[in-house]
């Protein structure tokens, strides 16, 4: 059996499909029967997903314009 | 715009190009090569927002972060003609990108923290204090499970907790912070980031683990502070 400080260590592991299967099964099995680690596993996806939600940060005009006059003197 | 390489842009490769989906590596350093501006712009337009954010944990500040997309941009022009595509463009790119941020780095004296110095290998993420001891019927177990999050309604929460994610993110020790960056915020796969930093498939694999443990950790402090 896997304990809930073993089974936090093996999440993102877990969530990169990167466990062996029977270390994949113990932890499947864990899952099923601890809500503590359930919730542990949602909130690391809320993370990860939370992350991939942050507002871009883009270049400023002003670069983009001297990238792109840069561009057609390299051009020419 | 060079007629040769079939001349202005169809409506179809301007919605592709509109959702980030560029053509084969090949077809872009072609028309690189050959001097198509639109290509360098759509370039420039889909990945300069990544390349800030990767740029930023190396660099002190937002304009020298954009010093260094700018930099390399411009290294990317001198470099083409010599890319051999051994990796893929954006792979290329971006190690360039990090050369250049880290010579930036070390000339703005930001001190990025020395390998073996930082929390980035070994120990738990979670505090051992959250689990029972060895003398427990369920050792190892949950002391008390964690606090269910409240979800995020309105607006003015939504910034709160975006702003709680960034701060985490920016008191990340280096690796770690670089890695949840490109994966986690930009979305990059793993391979790629491994290709971009030459690093291993498992130690980028720990860098991650403990970067969003420790962003999950801050998220949680957030909410109970909310709950109380």
Redesign the interface.
């Known amino acids: 059996m896997l ?4 089974f ?2 093996l ?3 877990y969530l ?1 499909g ?1 466990l062996d299967p029977d270390t994949e099964r113990r932890f499947v099995a864990h899952l099923a029967e ?4 359930d ?2 596993l949602n ?2 996806r ?3 997903d ?11 005009s002003e ?2 314009d ?3 006059t ?3 003197e ?2 020419s | 715009m060079c007629p040769a390489l079939g001349g202005e842009m169809s409506a179809v490769d301007r919605d592709a190009w509109a959702g980030r989906i560029l053509p084969p590596d090949d077809v872009v350093v072609g028309r690189l090569r050959h ?1 198509d ?1 639109a290509t ?2 759509a370039l ?2 889909s990945w ?2 990544g390349m ?2 990767a740029a ?1 944990t190396y660099v002190a500040s ?1 304009e020298s972060a ?1 010093d260094v ?2 930099d390399t ?2 290294a990317v ?2 470099g083409i003609g010599r890319f051999e595509g051994r990796s893929s463009l954006r792979t290329w790119v971006y190690r360039i990108l990090v050369n250049i941020a880290k010579t930036r780095g070390v000339k703005d004296s930001r001190t990025i923290p020395v390998e073996g110095l930082t929390s980035d290998d070994g120990g ?3 505090d ?1 204090a959250r ?1 029972r001891g060895p003398d427990d019927p369920y ?4 002391k ?3 606090q ?2 409240p979800s995020v309604e309105t607006e003015f929460e939504r910034r709160d ?2 702003s709680h ?2 701060a985490a ?1 920016s008191g990340l020790p280096h690796r770690q912070r670089v890695v ?1 960056t490109l994966r ?2 930009e ?1 990059y796969s ?1 391979e790629e980031v491994c290709g971009i930093l030459e690093i291993s498939a498992v130690n980028q ?1 720990v860098l ?2 403990r970067a ?2 420790a ?2 950790g801050r ?2 402090e957030y909410f109970s502070a909310q709950l109380r």
């Open positions: 304990n809930c400080d073993e936090v260590e999440v993102t592991e990169e990167g601890c809500d503590g680690c919730r542990y909130q690391m809320a993370t990860r939370a992350l991939g939600e942050l507002p871009a940060e883009s270049l400023g670069a983009r001297r990238l792109l840069a561009f057609r390299w051009r | 001097g501006e360098f712009a420039v337009d300069s927002r800030l954010r930023r937002p954009e997309v700018q941009w411009l022009l001198r738990p993420t979670v051992p689990f050792p190892g177990h949950w008390e499970f964690p269910v999050w907790v975006r994610i960034e993110v949840i986690d915020i979305g793993s694999r991650l683990h969003r443990a962003v999950r998220l949680e």
